[in-house]
């Protein structure tokens, strides 16, 4: 499994439908990568990036789970 489908598995956990374009929209504007690019040396990175951003949609406590997730992918 590449590791776009391992995040998107696991942002579809919290932000249902919308996890596609919400992680396209973050690889683009923090990343400056296609999402379908991301590899796992940008997941520490990017799980900072994405729970920042998921506060705005989702409860801070679930962002923060989010990103842990996401972030343990590239370790």
Do not use: N, W
């Amino acid at each position: 499994m590449k590791p776009y489908d391992r995040v998107l598995s696991i942002a579809k956990f919290y932000l249902g439908p919308a996890a596609e374009s919400f992680l396209e929209r973050q690889c683009k504007l923090h990343l400056k990568i296609d999402a379908l690019q991301i590899t796992l040396a940008h997941l520490k990175a990017f799980g900072a990036l994405i729970e920042v951003a998921a506060v705005r949609f989702i409860d801070p406590a679930k962002a923060k789970a989010m990103a842990q997730r996401i972030t343990a992918l590239g370790m």
